[in-house]
């Protein structure tokens, strides 16, 4: 009589980690995917100074925090930038602190999602909001951060500013106000005239000439 040898049950097989969404203008680095990439604001796009502000921000891709998935742009605070953001507040076209911001982001999107079903449109994938932080703020903000990106990542652009909250806190409140690590432009025009800001302070650089 033959017996048939028992077959041995197939090797368990761990499955594998669920990839991140980033939302991000940014190339992702190497072994870090990027599934939705955001069109700049159509202003920007159509202007002459569009490749400046790309280099811009590609020049300096930062992680969030040290195990984080993303990279987002890393920005000095030049002149023209600053006041840009300034005339922002008389305004009224920024928000403060990342509680109230993540509150108007989430009322903004589900406008936008019943708009969207209305018209049974998707979404567009462009940049209409911009996130400004500190850079001495800790992991757990930087978490909550990337936690917004994430939740608004179709129109929502990070950027972090080479500067202690204390600065910003000076710029959007005033003199007397000690921190504020979070702003939000939260105007379509007002986020291309701060990329365009950016753009003008590096032509200024190189027009100025050689002493």
């Known amino acids: 009589m033959i017996v048939k040898k028992a077959s041995l049950p ?27 990439e955001l069109k700049l604001p159509r202003a920007v796009e159509a202007d002459p100074r569009k ?10 891709p930062k992680k969030l925090w040290d195990k984080s998935s ?9 002149a023209k930038f600053e006041s840009c953001l300034r005339a922002m507040v008389g305004r ?10 993540d509150q108007l982001l ?21 940049v209409s909001r911009l996130l400004i932080i500190a850079n001495d703020g800790s992991e757990r903000f930087y978490r909550a951060c990337e936690k917004t990106l994430f939740q608004h990542k179709e129109r929502l652009i990070l950027v972090y500013l080479n500067e202690p909250s204390s600065r ?9 106000a000690n921190t504020l690590k979070a702003i939000l ?5 007002a986020v291309s005239a701060a990329l365009f800001s950016l ?11 050689s002493l």
Do not use: W, Y
């Open 10 to 36: 197939a090797p368990l097989v761990k499955p594998s980690s669920p990839v991140p969404l980033v939302a991000s203008v940014l190339p992702a680095p190497v072994g870090v995917p990027s599934l939705i």
């Open 51 to 60: 490749s400046q502000i790309d280099t811009i921000l590609k020049r300096e």
């Open 70 to 78: 993303i990279t987002v742009p890393q920005i000095s605070l030049s």
């Open 92 to 101: 009224k076209q920024v928000e403060r602190g990342l509680e109230r911001i």
């Open 106 to 126: 989430t009322s903004e999107q589900k406008g936008l999602l019943a708009l969207q079903q209305k018209q049974a449109s998707t979404p567009s994938h462009r």
């Open 168 to 176: 910003l806190a000076q710029i959007f409140i005033g003199e007397k």
């Open 185 to 189: 432009v939260s105007d379509r025009d």
């Open 199 to 209: 753009a003008e302070d590096v032509s200024t650089e190189v027009a100025a000439p």
